[in-house]
């Protein structure tokens, strides 16, 4: 099945959408906030689309937002640049998570573009995460995304999120928190 899943990521229409605090966020600990698949052809303008000002992204000012981001590059590559690494490249089946309140910013290569899908969580599940240290500034940016699963079940979160299904907030949380799963497995290493 995951050859099918990512035959629909090839015909997957570029989109973002950003979601309201829904009133399940403390009956599940943990909300979807916004997600997004998009295309960036070589020598194309990055970020393509208006986000809401808190999420403006601008290369030479970079930005701070509040909720956890997980991005998957599947295509092509770029740079990611935070406060505690330096500019580090970014290669098609790599994944990065930009922490909550931390200064960042990232682009794709001018001569390639890249592939992105990305979601966004928030709520005492991620905080709770974040104090014990699951997701630290030094672990973010990770190889491995393709074998773990996570292309696929972004790929489910972009289907729940196109069907605006009332009530499947519930079902993009655990989808998300499966997605945060799959990178903190990558994060601790092959087993031994």
């Not at 599947?74 to 994944?95: F, I, N, W, Y």
Request: charged share 20%; hydrophobic share 40%; glycine share 8%.
């Amino acid at each position: 099945m995951i050859l099918g899943i990512q035959k629909m990521t090839f015909f997957m229409e570029d989109y973002f959408r950003y979601f309201p605090t829904p009133p399940e966020l403390l009956n599940w600990g943990l909300a979807l906030s916004a997600a997004g698949f998009t295309r960036i052809p070589p020598h194309t303008p990055y970020p393509p689309a208006e986000h809401p000002e808190d999420h403006a992204l601008d290369w030479n000012h970079g930005r701070v937002i509040e909720s956890l981001q997980v991005v998957l590059v599947s295509e092509g590559g770029g740079v990611l640049e935070t406060r505690s690494t330096r500019q580090e490249r970014v290669d098609a089946g790599m994944v990065f998570l930009l922490l909550p309140h931390s200064w960042h910013r990232y682009r794709p290569d001018p001569e390639t573009g890249w592939v992105e899908s990305w979601i966004e969580v928030r709520g005492p599940v991620i905080d709770e995460l974040l104090q014990r240290g699951t997701f630290s500034p030094d672990s973010i940016l990770q190889h491995g995304a393709f074998d773990a699963g996570i292309e696929e079940t972004l790929n489910r979160i972009h289907l729940r999120v196109g069907d605006d299904a009332p009530g499947s907030q519930p079902e993009l949380a655990a989808l998300a928190l499966q997605v945060l799963a799959q990178c903190a497995r990558i994060a601790a290493g092959p087993s031994r």
